[in-house]
């Protein structure tokens, strides 16, 4: 008998786990996308040619994101009034007089919390990263002022790649202004076309050493190359060379220049373990990156500690029966562990601390924390 009644009841607490979860996901997630709409609008306001439209689009466009980052925090919500639900009528009750231990009746809830998880991951992270970088662009085009590449250091942009044609572990420094381009005449086929104008560029050996200073008037970035157009190369000598056409090798691309100083949140769980690869190549700091596909990796794990916690959370204050400080004490450990998130990874972009142990550390501890509360309440 128990072992026909084991499945059916995981089924029907994991059931009843998902659409709590599902529901407060939804009524989270659009109370937050709420508040988004109306700083679009007030932002909008103070400006003529922006209509209803772009901050709706905008708004829209964030909803995945939105989902993704409020997920924790609505499984703890909607695991804490699942069970909530499951007490007051009993039914936890019974099962565990039947001889259901809590790890029983919470096998259906863990796995469910961690295949949202691994779904937030796999699948809406990608989603969340093509809609949330169209925003941002909606959003820098419509209601910013100033902003974007362009603005970087007075106008120019700043970039650095390695450089081994002239020293194995050499670098070049690549400084100059972007510039809007009309169709070119001489363009890869799709390859989009970026141009910088009165270019600098460095090129430095491992040690630090100066080899080599170039100036043109115009780089074009093409397949693997940049194009220095009427370059003039001064050696170690500093003499000028004659004026010619110069070609560096380089692994960067528009899509990459443009990601770089993008958020990470704009890149995908998929996209993320590559482009890391390429920025750190190209002389880049990858340590946000690398924050954000760890976080994303711990997201699963997250998850299974906010149902564990709810589970805590829920025995514990349905037996002293104070729902409101049940939902209090929930908000209060979502809370806590939002903060513990912020801290470390502060800490993490600063380098004070390994990034694994900063994107992991609010996980292990919400696992840690739900563990020794359930130990502690459970009795059976």
Known sequence: MAMTLTPTLTFYVARGFLGATAAMLAALTGLVALFDFIELLRRAATRPDVGFDIPA???????????????????????????????????????????????????????????????????????????????????????RTGGGMSSLAGGRLWLRQADRELDPMGVAIIAGRPAATGAPARRTPGLPRFELQGVSVWRISGSDAPLARIEAPRATLEAGRWVLEEAVTYGTNRLPSPPRQITLPTELTPDRIEDSFASPETLGFWSLPGFIAVLEEAGFSAVRHRIQFQSLLALPVLSLAMALLAAGFSMRHNRRGGVAQMIAGGVAAGFALFVVDRITGEFGEAGSLPVIMAAWAPAIAGLLLALALLLHLEDG
């Open 57 to 143: 689009t905008i708004a829209a466009l964030r909803l995945p994101f939105v989902a993704l980052q409020i997920l924790p925090f609505a499984i703890l919500l909607g695991g804490i009034i699942a069970f909530w639900r499951l007490t007051r009528s009993s039914e936890l009750i019974v099962a565990r007089a039947a001889g259901v231990s809590a790890w029983g009746f919470l096998t259906g809830p863990l796995i469910v919390a961690f295949l949202m998880g691994l779904l937030a991951v796999t699948g809406v992270s990608p989603l969340s990263s093509i809609l949330l970088a169209r925003a941002e662009r909606l959003d820098q085009t419509w209601l």
